[in-house]
């Protein structure tokens, strides 16, 4: 995340002149700086030689212009270089936070060779967000080249393709000074490198397994968070789909890439799109966030005033787009992001401490990634050794703060997958008797139904009601009854087979399908259940007798029979059994 990112830009805005480190990078052996007794500017270069094949960062070999310098060229860049006017960034300086003013710096290179064909080696500036990008090779006081490589030009007009901007240069013998003219609106981020073909080539290629696995590893988290929106229709995952899209969308416009493959002719949408891009992932990260920790219920009188939040950041956009300067654009929203970080860590705090899980797994989740975005503004600012890999901090840290998010989802899809289960199977149970239910039936029947029928199997109705019932309630209560009925569920439970299934069918009455069962077979666990019931209730608060009706399914005699005519069939012999005085068993 960028809220300790935005913090220290805003700090170093305020202090353009303030030097951030005073111990130098550790620069390359193999470059070398030839200096004369008298330690002169004029004598101070960066030595390169064909056996050079590296990459070093050589901004503690640069000289940079004084503030409030007034050079407009070149060749007076130059002029007021020799006359010592430039200051040697000897601590290393790479920012120089949000600036209005022109930043010239000289390079002096000395080749080391004899031939006539002089030196190649390339210099990039690893940073691709810099407004203008002008650099002038000069020797022998004139102009031999140059070349502006800021995001305010096509990118057809450069000489190198790169996503970084980038020039291949053949130096000839001798010393040759290069001048730099940089003007930018975003922070003004410099890290100059000077390398070997060889060795920018092998970068290139180690940046595009870096950015292919975040982008890979990004695009499968948006794309499995998708798939469980889709299932479970939860919006924290659709959100959370929107705070990836917008977070990778950002980091593709302000790494380069998007400049570089996409809309590289069109400078001006390169301008707009970073901050535009930056609001759309602080608005992603709110709304996520509100969702994500169930607001609604964990701190209700935040949820009541998100709709202020919301109006904010939409009044954000209005100003950003009526004062229509790029820099105020990305500077408020620095700030904002800032105080949006402490907001995310408060509110996944104070959710955690009311109970919510999920807050347990959110809380670590934003700290990673404000430590990754830490680690790459201390390199930033020189506070620790400026390095590509400390710059990536920042890309590493949202990577491990999705990554943690989207267990934490994968664990809330868990428990609502267990309680939806729970819940379809609560639904198919009576409470008081632990059987199924009605609606159970129709559920777990029917398919079987339909198989016997097909293979013209046996199967049976057993339908059972307890006698007299009702005066069992009337006499010693409805808790009385309710044992009963509990007491005779668990007695037809365990009379009853495995393959049996055994439902509570109304107030007193129960019904059980027996797959694969004749009729004989089916009217002797009927007297069998009716014994046993008489029996064990005996030793209750009373005796309970039962009356039941049994039917079979005979595929030879009832081929267009449906379950619920077999079921009206039981009914009938129910009701004769009743009136042949209760307490037996009768076939329909």
Not at 119 to 130: F, K, P, T, Y
Not at 206 to 212: L, S
Not at 239 to 250: G, K, N, R, V
Not at 362 to 371: D, E, K, N
Request: charge should be negative; aromatic fraction near 12%.
């Amino acid at each position: 995340m960028y809220f300790v990112c935005g913090f220290i830009s805003w700090y170093a805005s305020a202090q353009p002149n303030s030097i951030n480190s005073d111990t130098s990078s550790s620069f390359n052996s193999n470059l070398n700086t030839d200096t004369d007794p008298k330690g002169s500017v004029d004598s101070q270069f960066v030595v390169i030689s064909s056996s050079d094949d590296h990459r070093s960062l050589v901004n503690n070999k640069l000289f940079l212009s004084k503030p409030d310098n007034t050079i407009t060229t070149a060749q007076q860049a130059l002029m007021v270089f020799n006359e010592g006017e430039f200051i040697e960034n000897t601590a290393n300086r790479v920012s120089f936070g949000f600036t209005e003013e022109v930043l010239w710096a000289v390079l002096p290179i000395q080749a080391d060779t004899t031939t006539d064909g002089g030196l190649s080696s390339v210099i990039e500036i690893d940073n691709a967000w810099l407004d203008v990008v002008d650099i002038f090779f000069i020797s022998g006081n004139e102009i031999v080249r140059q070349e502006s490589l800021g995001d305010t030009e096509a990118i057809s007009g450069r000489t190198y393709n790169a996503r970084m901007p980038s020039v291949s240069h053949v130096f000839a013998p001798g010393s040759t000074y290069v001048v730099f003219r940089f003007i930018s609106q975003d922070p003004m981020t410099i890290p100059i490198y000077l390398c070997s073909e060889k060795s920018k080539q092998s970068v290139m290629l180690e940046n595009a397994y870096f950015y292919g696995f975040l982008y890979g590893a990004l695009l499968i988290l948006l794309v499995y968070n998708l798939v469980l929106y889709t299932y479970l229709k939860e919006r924290r995952y659709l959100l959370y789909s929107c705070y990836l899209l917008a977070f990778t969308a950002f980091n593709f416009t302000y790494t380069g890439h998007g400049y570089w493959w996409l809309w590289g002719e069109m400078p001006s949408v390169q301008q707009w799109l970073m901050p535009t891009l930056m609001l759309c992932y602080i608005t992603a990260g709110v709304t996520f966030t509100i969702e994500f920790l169930n607001v609604k219920k964990y701190l209700p009188s935040l949820f009541a005033r998100r709709k202020f939040i919301y109006a904010g950041l939409l009044a954000l956009a209005v100003v950003m787009l009526a004062y229509g300067s790029q820099q105020f654009a990305i500077m408020a929203q620095l700030v904002i992001l800032t105080t949006l970080s402490l907001w995310m860590l408060l509110i996944g705090v104070m959710c955690y401490k009311n109970g919510n899980v999920l807050a347990a797994f959110f809380v670590p989740a934003i700290v990673l990634g404000t430590g990754g975005a830490t680690v790459s503004s201390l390199a930033t600012w020189g506070v620790v050794p400026y390095s590509q890999w400390a710059f990536r901090g920042i890309e590493l840290g949202m990577l491990l703060e999705m990554s943690l998010l989207s267990v934490s989802l994968g664990f809330n899809f868990k428990e609502v997958y267990k309680a939806r289960l729970s819940a379809e199977f609560t639904s198919r149970i009576d409470p008081l008797t632990n059987l199924y239910n009605r609606r159970a039936f129709t559920q777990l029947v029917y398919p079987i139904w339909e198989l016997g029928v097909r293979k013209k199997q046996r199967m049976s109705i057993v339908l059972i009601d307890l006698d007299w019932f009702k005066q069992i309630n009337d006499e010693f209560g409805h808790d009385a009854g309710d044992g009963v009925l509990e007491l005779v569920a668990k007695t037809i439970k365990a009379r009853a087979r495995s393959s049996d299934l055994v439902f509570r069918w109304g107030g007193e009455e129960f019904l059980l399908f027996l797959p694969d069962t004749s009729v004989s077979d089916a009217k002797a666990l009927a007297e069998t259940l009716r014994l046993s019931v008489k029996e064990i209730t005996s030793e209750s608060i009373t005796t309970v007798t039962t009356s039941i009706g049994v039917a079979a399914f005979n595929a030879q005699e009832s081929g267009g029979t449906k379950i619920e005519g077999l079921i009206k069939v039981a009914d009938k012999a129910l009701y004769v059994a009743k009136q042949k005085g209760r307490n037996c068993v009768v076939v329909g």
